[in-house]
């Protein structure tokens, strides 16, 4: 053979695998967006597995299965959606990276529902469904199970559409849909659901004022003042030891369930303590650290990272603690139901039940939660440590307000009404200082209200879709819900 063909063979050898090197790589850039789904899939039949490990043996087995697959869906897509809420701030404020995020996020999640989940759970979801409408377990059984599917694809839409809705509210609307179907309108408590659509508007209202109250508060008291050093030695320690009551309080009250339950007086007392004792340690380290700082504004920003990131932690914490019952508490009722054949007000939560609760709330935010994370911390309106902390700090407190006039509240809603607070407060106040400063100037040089109007804040398409997502949610999984129980109980 001739050096001529060789070299031509070469080529060509050569051209043949470059293609095949293509192929390859196409494969690979198809096969990525497989990978999320593919895993997820994977840990909702080992929960399916565990199911059957733990309830073999028992007549309706396969039921028990079913909801267990179901259960870990729905516990995905709370980690995909609802977790957002409480580390986006801190993501968005670049007080934490993505990956630094969704690690806290995984261990306080799983902590608190492991270890403060509520041993017990209404059957009933906030008592919005007359218990003796279904009293048949059968009936029971479809309608729960029917909760559980609508209620997660409902979450699971919201996150694909990029809205952070609440969980509390798509269980409440399956729940309230499947006991329509199965007993008539006349099965839901209309007073109850009254007053969950009232703290659909309050809670998220309260949010933002709260949110926006505290940055008016550091704007004024550290922001503009002439030694911002000084100012920032005398007002972060108090705002880390508000933060710091805040939280003990609400953990207090929220996340301890399982191990003591505490009645509002003393978790007051409780944050009073703590909030005295973080003070007291935090003047020290803030002197300490603000040592040698630039007289600016970002050099201030950097001493409220660290209680930002506790402060998400402990958010992830205490959501770990109660909306785990989210996702566990309609199957730990067919678990119930399907166990001893009656219907019961109130069950025991199985550990096997919470740990497919705990762990699907990690898998769902570890493979879908980036999308929401980025959504609520960067691109409603943007976000610094200091505004970032504000959201946080109203979030605790809304609830522990919440938790005093006895109203239903969303997590979600609070969160995400604390960072549209800041943004539509910084273009209040933004507006406010330049038409100060245009009327000191000649009518020629003053900014056009196009212009004004050009530099919003907050993004209205954000705004408008989370807000519609929000309005429907009840209604949307009713009717989802309504509709798999009549087709469950024709043909199963």
């Not at 009933?124 to 279904?134: A, E, L, M, Q, R």
């Not at 309106?381 to 902390?389: C, I, Q, V």
Request: hydrophobic share 55%; aromatic share 8%.
């Amino acid at each position: 053979m001739s050096d001529t063909e060789t070299q031509t063979r070469w080529k060509a050898l050569d051209k043949d695998l470059k293609r095949i090197s293509r192929v390859e790589q196409a494969n690979a850039y198809v096969a990525r967006p497989m990978v999320a789904p593919g895993i997820a899939l994977a840990f909702i039949v080992v929960a399916g597995v565990v199911a059957s490990v733990f309830f073999g043996g028992v007549n309706g087995n396969l039921v028990v299965i079913a909801a267990a697959a179901f259960g870990a869906y729905m516990a995905i897509n709370i980690g995909a959606n609802d977790v957002a809420n409480n580390m986006g701030p801190a993501v968005g404020a670049n007080a934490l990276t993505m990956g630094g995020a969704i690690a806290i996020a995984a261990i306080a999640e799983s902590a608190g529902a492991l270890l403060a989940g509520g041993d017990v759970v209404s059957t009933i979801s906030k008592g919005i469904i007359d218990p003796t409408s279904v009293q048949d377990s059968q009936v029971f059984i479809w309608a729960m199970m029917a909760a559980l599917i609508s209620s997660a694809l409902w979450v699971n839409l919201a996150t694909w559409v990029g809205a952070p809705v609440s969980t509390t509210h798509s269980v409440v609307g399956g729940v309230m849909g499947a006991g329509i179907a199965a007993a008539g309108m006349s099965a839901v408590s209309w007073g109850t659901m009254g007053t969950i659509a009232a703290s659909w508007v309050i809670s998220p209202v309260l949010g933002g004022v709260i949110a926006a109250a505290f940055l008016a508060l550091i704007k004024a008291k550290i922001q503009y003042q002439d030694d911002k050093i000084a100012a920032a030695r005398r007002w972060v320690p108090i705002l880390v030891a508000v933060m710091a009551g805040t939280f003990a309080t609400y953990l207090a009250i929220k996340g301890l369930k399982r191990i003591v339950k505490i009645d509002l007086e003393m978790a007051l007392l409780i944050g009073l303590v703590t909030s005295v004792a973080s003070w007291a340690v935090t003047v020290p380290l803030v002197r300490r650290k603000s040592e040698g700082m630039e007289n600016r504004t970002k050099s201030v920003k950097t001493l409220f990272g660290l209680p930002l990131v506790i402060s998400a932690g402990l958010l992830s914490f205490a959501h770990g603690a109660n909306d785990v019952a989210n996702a566990v508490g309609p199957l730990a009722a067919i678990v119930h139901a399907t166990e001893f054949g009656g219907f019961a007000d109130k069950v025991s939560i199985p550990s096997w039940v919470m740990v497919i609760g705990a762990f699907g709330i990690s898998f769902g935010l570890f493979l879908f939660g980036p999308k929401l994370i980025r959504m609520v911390g960067s691109q409603i309106t943007k976000l610094n440590p200091m505004r970032a902390y504000c959201v946080a700090l109203s979030a605790a407190i809304t609830v522990i307000v919440a938790s005093w006039l006895g109203l239903p509240v969303s997590s979600t809603h609070i969160a995400v009404g604390g960072v549209f607070g800041v943004g539509f407060f910084r273009e209040w106040h933004s507006e406010r200082r330049r038409r100060n400063s245009n009327n000191k100037r000649p009518p020629e040089m003053r900014m056009a209200r196009e212009e004004r109007q050009r530099r919003k804040l907050v993004r209205r398409s954000h705004f408008l879709t989370i807000v519609a997502a929000w309005v429907i949610t009840v209604p949307a999984a009713a009717v989802m819900s309504a509709l798999i129980f009549l087709l469950l109980n024709a043909f199963v």
